[in-house]
C-alpha cells in the first residue's frame, strides 16, 4: 500500500501549484482562477510560446516557464487536460501583439480544448498557431487519434521557445515547432505503474519478471509486455525501433532525452543512457546533444522513456540557446 504527502486528494494541484509559485517567485508568477502559471517578468515584442496538460507529469509543463522557453503553462486536473477557458486567459495573459503559439500534445482532450481556445482568440483578434506533439512510437497506427505526445514536448517548447526570442514570427515557429515534432520519437518503459493521489494502489499491476513496452504517460497500459533484464538488454529493443522509425543510419546526428517518468534514479537514468549512446554509436548515429533526468512524468511510475530527434545545424543552435525556467537552465 502506498502513502503520499497529500492533504485532500481534491485540493492537489491548486496547493501543488501554490507551493511551486512560492518556491520560485522570480521565475513564475500563478493566476489562481482560471488557473495558469506566466513568467515573472513578461516579454514583450515576440510571439508567446505556451504549452499545458494534464497535471501529473511535472515538470512538464509549468516548470518549463521562463526565459527561452515558455511564456505560460495551464494544467488541468490530474491527467485531465486543461479547460479552453483557462487556454484562452492565458494566452490572453502573454499575447504582445505578434500571436501566440500553442504546443500541444497530442491527446483527444487537449487537441480539442486548445482548437476551442484558438477559436475564441481569433474572434477577439488574437492570431494563433498549433504544433502538435506525437512522438510517441507505441501508438504509431492508423485507427485512433494516433499517436501520443510524450517527452519531445520538452525540445520542441525550447527550441521554439528560443526562436522566439530571437524573432521568429507565428508562421516560421509553427513551421519549426511541426519539423522538430516530425523529426521526433519516444518509445517508455514501465517497471511499475504509478499511483493517483489519494489512491493507494497503482493503476495497474506488472508482475516482476515483466515490463509494460511502450506504456502512456497517463499509465495507459502498453500494447505488449516483454521479460525484465538488464539495460543491455531492454535499452537496445528501445533503440532499434526508434532508430528505423526515424530513418537514422550512419552519419546521422541526434538528441537524446533519457526521461525519468517520477520513480527512477538520475543513477539508472544515465545507465540508460549511456547504453542507448553505445547501441547509437555502433550504429553509426552521432548523439550530438543529451539530457537526462526527470522532466516528463507520469505520478510516481517506475521507469524511464527514450526520444530521439533529428538534429540539424538550426535545432541544434536553437537547442544551445540560453534558457532560464526552473526545471531547465543554461
Known amino acids: 500500500m502506498r502513502r503520499q504527502f497529500v492533504n485532500d486528494p481534491g485540493d492537489v494541484v491548486a496547493e501543488a501549484l501554490e507551493g511551486f509559485a512560492a518556491a520560485w517567485p522570480g521565475h513564475v508568477r500563478l493566476n489562481a482562477d482560471p488557473a495558469y502559471v506566466v513568467r515573472a517578468r513578461p516579454a514583450s515584442g515576440k510571439v508567446a510560446v505556451v504549452s499545458g496538460g494534464g497535471s501529473g507529469h511535472e515538470p512538464l509543463h509549468v516548470g518549463f516557464v521562463g526565459t527561452g522557453m515558455l511564456d505560460a503553462a495551464v494544467p488541468g486536473a490530474v491527467f485531465t487536460s486543461p479547460t479552453a477557458v483557462q487556454i484562452r486567459a492565458a494566452s490572453r495573459a502573454v499575447d504582445t501583439g505578434r500571436g501566440v503559439l500553442h504546443v500541444v500534445k497530442n491527446y483527444t482532450g487537449d487537441v480539442l480544448n486548445f482548437r476551442i481556445a484558438g477559436e475564441l482568440l481569433a474572434d477577439e483578434g488574437v492570431e494563433s498557431g498549433i504544433v502538435l506533439v506525437d512522438d ?3 501508438t504509431d497506427t492508423d485507427d485512433g487519434p494516433g499517436r501520443r ?3 519531445a514536448a520538452v525540445v520542441v517548447e525550447k527550441v521554439c521557445g528560443a526562436a522566439a526570442e530571437r524573432g521568429a514570427d507565428l508562421a516560421e515557429l ?3 515547432g511541426r519539423r522538430v515534432a516530425a523529426g521526433s520519437r519516444t518509445l517508455s518503459v514501465a517497471l511499475a505503474a504509478g499511483a493517483h493521489p489519494g489512491q493507494s494502489r497503482p493503476s495497474f499491476e506488472l508482475p516482476g519478471d515483466e515490463v509494460e513496452f511502450g506504456v502512456g504517460i497517463h499509465g495507459e497500459r502498453a500494447r505488449q509486455r516483454r521479460a525484465f533484464g538488464p539495460s543491455r538488454e531492454i535499452v537496445p529493443q528501445m533503440v532499434s525501433p526508434l ?10 546526428r541526434v538528441l537524446a532525452v533519457v526521461n525519468g517518468l517520477g520513480a527512477t534514479s538520475d543513477l539508472e537514468l544515465y545507465g540508460v543512457f549511456r547504453e542507448a549512446r553505445r547501441v547509437l554509436k555502433d ?5 550530438v546533444r543529451s539530457l537526462v533526468g526527470t522532466y516528463v512524468t507520469s505520478l510516481d511510475m517506475a521507469g524511464c522513456s527514450l526520444t530521439l530527434v533529428r538534429a540539424d545545424d538550426e535545432v541544434l543552435e536553437l537547442w544551445d540557446a540560453p534558457v532560464a525556467t526552473p526545471a531547465l537552465t543554461w
Open 136 to 138: 510517441d512510437l507505441a
Open 149 to 151: 505526445g510524450t517527452a
Open 174 to 176: 509553427t513551421a519549426l
Open 243 to 252: 532508430a528505423e522509425a526515424l530513418g537514422l543510419g550512419r552519419g546521422s
Open 283 to 287: 550504429a553509426g548515429v552521432d548523439v
